[in-house]
Structures are given as C-alpha cells and as structure tokens.
C-alpha cells in the first residue's frame, strides 16, 4: 500500500514532464536571440504565466527603452506605444527568421519623426539605413537595424562646400533638388540680386573649381564692385564703364529708374512706343550708325500692302495712327462718314470686325449692303416683295437688330389686340424635332388653332374645325361675344344668378382636363333631382 501511494505520485510527475518537455521550447530562436537558448534561459523573456512582457523586452534592448522615454522615433510613435513588443516581434521561428518585417510599400516613415519627402520619398529604404550612416555605437554594432540615424544632412551626405557654408543645408536647399538652392536669401549677402540677376542661375556667378581634389562652386572671393567684373562692355569702354547711366538690373535695354540714355539729344525724339523699343531693335549694326528715319515706313513695313495708295504713292502712318500704338487710329468718323455712315451698333464696331480678311485687315472693295457684311438668315423664308433686294432695313435698324418695324397690314393677316403686341418670334420661329431654332413666315395658317390650343378639346368644332372668334376677341382671352340668350339653353329667372361653373364642371378624357360646355341633355332633370 505504501509502495502504490509513493509510485502514483511518480507516474503523474512523470507524466506531467512528458507533457511539457514539448512545451519548453517550440522552435528554435532567431540568430539575434540564439544567445537565450536553453531551459534556464526562458525567464529572461517569459512570465511565469509564459507571457512575453514589453518591460522584459525593453530591459535587454535599452537603446530602445531610451529613445521611448525620450518620446523619439517609430515606437514613441502613437501607432507602437503602448503594445507589447511581441504583437509585432515574437520568436521560436527558426534561426534564419526575421523578426523585423515591414511593409516598405505601407509604412508611414512621418511616425518615425522625418518625414520622407521630394527625393527622400522614392528612395529604397536601404539607401539610406545602412550601418555607415549610423554614428550611435550601440546601433551601428547591430548586424541589422533601421535604428541610429541623425536627421542631418551630414550625417549620409558629403559636404560639397567642404565646410565653408552652415552645416544646415535645409537653410538653401530643398528635398525636391539639390541644385535648386531656392531658400538661400541672397539679399542676406554683400550683394543683394536685383531685377535679372534674381533669375541668373548660381552656376553662371559662382563657377565651379577644384578644392582637395573635389569639385565645388566658389561663394567666397567673387568681385562685383564694377559690372564689367562679370559683363563684357559691348560698347567697348566707348561710353565709360559706369554702366548704370544707361542700364539697370531691371533689363540691358530699358532702365525703368529714367537714368537710361538720353535720346532727346539726338534727331529723333523717342515718343510713345518707341520708349519702350529696344534699341537692338532700331540700331541693329552698331549703336551709333546713322539710317534714315524720315517717314514710318523706313523702319516700318506697310501693313496695309498699299490699300490706300494714291496715284501710287501711299500716305504715311501718322495721318491715321499715333506713336502712343499701331490700334489706336485717329482715322475719324467724320472722314468715315463720307465714305459709309457709321451710325447705331456700326457706330460701336471695331475697325478689324468689318475690315478684315485671313492675312490681316483690308480697306479695298469693300461693300456698302447689309448682305455684304451680314448673311441674311431669311433667304428663302421671307418673299422678294417684303424684303428687296436682301435689304434688311425693311425691318431692322442698326440701333438694335431686335428693334424690328414691319407694317403687318402689308400681309393678309392684320395684327389686332394682343396679337399687335407679340414679338416677331412668337409666330414666326420654333424648334425642330432636333431642338433645333427654326423660322416660317410664308405658308402659316391662320386658324387659331395653328397657334393656339383649343382648351375646349373640340366642343365647339365644326367640320373639324373651331371659330375662336365667336365667343372670344384678340384683347384677352374672356368670352366677350357670348351670349348665352342665343344658345340652346336661354338664361331666365333664378338660371340668371347662378355662377357659371355650377353647371359648367371640369371633367377629363382622352385629351386632358377640361370644361364642359356642351351638353347632350339640357332637360331640368339633366341637372335638378
């Protein structure tokens, strides 16, 4: 008895062991946790419940814990703190097994505190986390980290001004190109850029050189305290060498400053436009070479290719345009006036609206009818007799094209009442199935029913056919000619005071709502009980 209550404890224990053995370790470690092999090693991760805790993680990998409490890089980030380690890193996979593992394509690099922008962002992530980047000992000795890099430019880029400009390279240059130093303030310098030097590429001033072997651009040392230090003297020191009596920043050619070179002093005045010329323009030899500038045309070709010639000789410019520009012509109306009246919306039109053709504007042969400028858009809908010889003046003006005076008498419809006041387009124009605008003028019925929809859905129609005049007028639409003493059903006694719709109700057929006025049966039965 005392032998079966010593062995049935031993049989459990032993089972228990067997049961657990495979427990101990459920695969192998990685390369980087191989050192924690082993039985007696499985605390230095795991609780006693067999649960990895953060605080045990952190406790190995300081470098870690720190960055955490000083709230920098990915696992301060909202995204990681706060998890447990091992939601993202767990072990016992293998030796050759990963436990950092990201989605490069999905990995938000802003959580990590640098933001990955302009040339950053199309990077591959092993351009720039790679151990000789990495200055932080405890890092760079890691056989494989993203960790331990310095957010300064030094820290993986070579200094290309070797020292002679700030280590803050942010200060001149963007993440979108190297080359183009767009934050570097000039203006902070000894010589300010003004006018065209602000567009002037740093390479053009700052040349490159070599320095210890390597190439890069000269800031310091350039002289500028004249303009020909930089700038070729095209007039050959003919002028002296202040150049700014003549020229600015601004532009070679104009300075706006008025301190450019007088031209008055010469024979010819510059006036208008011919200020704002560049001398290149005029002096295309040399600045000082005398050419003959008596009329417009020696500089000028003749843009109206002798349209106004006389006896073979064309009038210069002048006595149409001004020097202040070739548009503004002081041609007048008055002189206009003798040869076509200008009057109405002619009066407003631009010179280019009626004189021109493909090349340009023309003067010659030009016609003095509607049609000539104008397409008469009622060719074919309107008779010869009511419009001779395509003379559009027979209704419209030049006033107003929608002002239209036609005598409606001339017709065999005569306009009365409402009809007198309704516009032209009320008869005469419609759409076509197409929706497009169509117009008919000869042909139109004149039934009313051509125009007008008959509200009494055919009621009244004789032979097909209902006379709206009988009952109704052309100055509003109310029943002035009915007299309901000459209908079927005469009006006496108390049928005098009764309101007309007490008899005449809406009803509806085929053809919509409507008013009965008609009645088969006008017995007393038909409406009295």
């Given at each position: 008895m005392r032998v079966k209550n010593i062995l049935f404890p031993l049989g459990l224990l032993f089972l228990f062991l067997l049961k657990t053995s495979a427990q101990i370790s459920p695969g192998d470690l990685s390369k980087s946790h191989s050192s924690l092999d082993g039985v007696s090693n499985c605390t230095k991760c795991h609780s006693l419940n067999n649960k990895v805790t953060r605080d045990k993680c952190l406790d190995c990998h300081k470098e870690i814990k720190a960055l955490i409490v000083a709230k920098k890089g990915y696992h301060a980030s909202s995204e990681v703190?706060?998890?447990?380690?091992?939601?993202?890193?767990?072990?016992?996979?293998?030796?050759?097994?990963?436990?950092?593992?990201?989605?490069?394509?999905?990995?938000?690099?802003?959580l990590t505190g640098f933001t990955l922008t302009g040339k950053h962002a199309k990077l591959e992530c092993n351009s720039c986390h790679k151990a000789e980047f990495i200055k932080d000992p405890d890092f760079k000795k890691k056989a494989s980290t993203y960790m331990g890099l310095n957010q300064n430019c030094l820290s993986c880029h070579d200094d290309y001004h070797q020292g002679k400009l700030s280590s803050k390279c942010a200060s001149c240059h963007n993440f979108d190109s190297f080359k183009n130093a767009t934050g570097f303030d000039h203006s902070k310098t000894r010589f300010p850029l003004l006018g065209k030097h602000k567009n002037v590429d740093c390479l053009k001033c700052h040349k490159t050189e070599t320095v210890n072997g390597k190439v890069e651009q000269n800031f310091k040392g350039l002289k500028f305290g004249n303009c020909n230090e930089c700038h070729q003297d095209v007039h050959e020191n003919k002028l002296g060498k202040n150049c700014k009596q003549c020229h600015s920043e601004e532009s070679f050619y104009f300075n706006k400053n008025m301190k450019a070179f007088n031209h008055d002093k010469t024979n010819f005045k510059l006036v208008g436009k011919h200020k704002q010329v560049d001398c290149n323009s005029c002096h295309k030899k040399k600045l000082t070479t005398a050419f003959k500038h008596n009329r417009c045309t020696d500089c000028h070709t003749d843009y109206h290719k002798?349209?106004?010639?006389?006896?073979?000789?064309?009038?210069?410019?002048?006595?149409?345009?001004?020097?202040?520009?070739?548009?503004?012509?002081?041609?007048?109306?008055?002189?206009?006036n003798k040869k076509f009246v200008l009057d109405g919306a002619h009066e407003a039109t631009l010179c280019q609206a009626c004189h021109k053709k493909p090349s340009g504007l023309t003067f010659k042969n030009m016609g003095k009818n509607c049609i000539d400028c104008h397409k008469n858009i009622h060719k074919g809908y309107i008779e010869e007799k009511f419009m001779p010889n395509n003379d559009c003046s027979a209704c419209h003006n030049t006033k107003n094209w929608t002002s239209v005076k036609f005598d409606h008498n001339r017709t065999n419809y005569k306009l009365e009442g409402k009809h007198a006041e309704a516009t032209c387009d009320k008869c005469h124009y419609g759409k076509n199935e197409k929706g497009q605008r169509t117009q008919q003028f000869a042909g139109?019925?004149?039934?009313?029913?051509?125009?007008?929809?008959?509200?009494?859905?055919?009621?009244?129609?004789?032979?097909?056919?209902?006379?709206?005049?009988?009952?109704?007028?052309?100055?509003?639409?109310?029943?002035?000619?009915?007299?309901?003493?000459?209908?079927?059903?005469?009006?006496?006694?108390?049928?005098?005071?009764?309101?007309?719709?007490?008899?005449?109700?809406?009803?509806?057929?085929t053809l919509g709502k409507y008013v009965k006025y008609k009645f088969n049966d006008i017995s007393c039965a038909s409406c009295h009980k």
């Open positions: 703190l706060g998890k447990e380690c091992s939601s993202c890193h767990n072990d016992h996979h293998g030796r050759e097994f990963k436990m950092v593992r990201l989605n490069k394509k999905l990995f938000n690099h802003k002798g349209d106004f010639k006389v006896n073979g000789k064309s009038p210069d410019c002048d006595e149409c345009h001004t020097l202040d520009g070739f548009a503004l012509s002081t041609y007048s109306l008055e002189k206009h139109i019925s004149q039934e009313c029913s051509s125009c007008h929809k008959d509200s009494h859905v055919g009621q009244f129609a004789v032979n097909g056919k209902t006379d709206c005049a009988k009952c109704h007028g052309f100055d509003n639409w109310e029943s002035t000619k009915f007299d309901h003493m000459n209908s079927r059903f005469a009006l006496d006694g108390a049928h005098q005071t009764v309101a007309c719709d007490e008899c005449h109700k809406p009803e509806m057929n």
